[in-house]
């Protein structure tokens, strides 16, 4: 079955180079973000694994916990966190699946529920386990991405999406296109224009239905 937005993530048992852990009780109260990866020892994908690791004060900052997936084992989790490290000159401490079984990928619909790893696999057999989720701490999906292997994940726009997602939760707005922190929102078109003076006092009404304003604080 389809994983949606707003639906609830499975609940899943997972290994992980971290030891045994609950999705549900990992994310606790905090945001989320799942990364998946089609194997271990990549290009690309070092690259990305990175860049995650660089961003932990970001991720810190904002109150959200990350977690990789890939369909390797532990170990070499363990052996590729080396290579990480080394490329982007910060620990990795974040825990990454060993999802050997396809049970995380399959679940979260990264691939079919009749798929197997063949012997000598390459990373084409799970290419399409590429995905960014976010997840808020009601354990429901906010968003997702997906990319092909050869193009690598833009983690400034994961973080100005997380950052969008959790103003949109806080405030009770909408980002418009290409919003970053400190931008103007955009007033639901649900809230009357006299609600909307009195929670946000000023706004700009460019349409009957698109109007803007600026958040205090």
């Known amino acids: 079955m389809s994983l949606r937005i707003n639906d609830t993530i499975p609940d899943l048992t997972v290994e992980t180079d971290q030891g045994t852990l609950s999705l549900h009780d990992w ?3 905090s945001w989320a973000i799942l990364f ?3 194997k271990d020892f990549t ?3 070092t690259t990305e694994f990175g860049a995650v690791a660089q961003l932990a004060d970001e991720w810190a900052k904002r109150g959200t916990k990350v977690m990789g997936i890939s369909v390797d084992g532990v170990e070499d989790h363990k052996k590729w966190k080396s290579d990480i490290e080394t490329f982007a000159k910060a620990k990795a401490g974040f825990p990454i699946i060993a999802d050997e079984d396809l049970t995380v990928a399959k ?3 990264m691939l079919p529920a009749d798929a197997y790893l063949p012997d000598g696999r390459t990373p084409a057999d799970s ?3 590429r995905v960014v989720f976010i997840i808020g701490p009601d354990k429901k999906l ?3 991405m997906t990319y092909p292997m050869n193009v690598g994940r833009n983690f400034a726009e994961v973080l100005r999406a997380l950052d969008g997602l959790q103003t949109a939760a806080g405030q009770g707005v909408a980002m418009p296109a290409n919003w970053n922190v400190g931008d103007d929102v955009i007033i639901p078109a649900t809230v009357s224009d006299e609600d909307a003076k009195a929670k946000f006092g000023d706004f700009t009404t460019v349409f009957p239905y698109l109007r803007t304003t600026k958040l205090k604080g």
Do not use: M, N, Y
Request: proline share 11%.
């Open 127 to 129: 290419a399409t386990v």
């Open 36 to 38: 998946s990866h089609p």
């Open 107 to 109: 679940a979260f619909d």
């Open 43 to 45: 290009p690309v994908c």
């Open 142 to 144: 906010k968003l997702s």
């Open 27 to 29: 994310i606790g109260d």
